[in-house]
C-alpha cells in the first residue's frame, strides 16, 4: 500500500510540475516571449515527452523565430503523437514552404485541408506555392476554384487566377 501511495504521488507531482512548466510556456508564449517559451517546453518535455501539446507549441515558437529545422522536427514529433492535428500539419507544410520543399508543402497543406475543411487558408497557400514556385498553373486554378466555393468573391484569390490563367496564355 505505502508502494502505491509513493508512485501515485510521484506520478501526481510528475504531472503538476509538468503542466506548470508547459501553463507558463503558454503564458510566455501569449506575451511573445518565444526563446523563454521554448526554455519551458523544453522542461515540460522532459516531465512528460507524451504531450503533443508541448511540440506543437514549441513548433510554433521555433517557427515564429524562424528556426525552421528545429519547427519541422517539432511539428513531426507531434503529429507522431496526435496524426489528428491537422493544425500541426498545416504549419509544417508552411515550414517546409519556408525550407524550399514545395512538393512536400502543397503535400501537407492539402492534406490538412483534406483532413479539416475549415482550414480555407491551406488552400490558399497550396494555390500560391503552385502559382509562383511550382508553376504548376492547372493545379494552381483547380485549387483557387475549390478556394472560391466558400469565399467566391475573395479579391485576392480571383488575382491569383487571373495570374494563373494569364501564365498559361503566354505559355
Do not use: H, W
Not at 519551458?40 to 523565430?65: G, H, I, P, Q, W
Request: aromatic share 16%; glycine share 4%.
Amino acid at each position: 500500500m505505502r508502494n502505491i501511495i509513493f508512485t501515485f504521488l510521484f506520478l501526481y507531482t510528475t504531472l503538476l510540475f509538468s503542466q506548470s512548466n508547459y501553463d507558463a510556456g503558454i503564458e510566455l508564449l501569449k506575451t511573445e516571449q518565444y526563446s523563454e517559451a521554448i526554455k519551458k517546453f523544453d522542461l515540460a518535455e522532459k516531465d512528460n515527452n507524451k504531450n503533443s501539446r508541448v511540440y506543437f507549441n514549441r513548433a510554433m515558437c521555433y517557427t515564429v523565430l524562424e528556426k525552421y529545422p528545429e519547427a519541422l522536427k517539432d511539428y513531426d514529433k507531434t503529429l507522431k503523437l496526435d496524426n489528428k492535428n491537422y493544425q500541426a500539419l498545416f504549419f509544417r507544410g508552411l515550414v517546409k514552404k519556408d525550407l524550399k520543399d514545395y512538393k512536400g508543402a502543397v503535400k501537407d497543406l492539402l492534406e490538412a485541408y483534406d483532413n479539416d475543411a475549415t482550414l480555407t487558408r491551406a488552400l490558399l497557400k497550396s494555390g500560391e506555392i503552385y502559382l509562383y514556385n511550382i508553376e504548376d498553373y492547372k493545379k494552381a486554378i483547380e485549387v483557387f476554384d475549390t478556394y472560391l466555393s466558400y469565399d467566391p468573391d475573395n479579391a485576392l484569390v480571383l488575382a491569383y487566377l487571373g495570374n494563373a490563367y494569364g501564365s498559361i496564355i503566354k505559355k
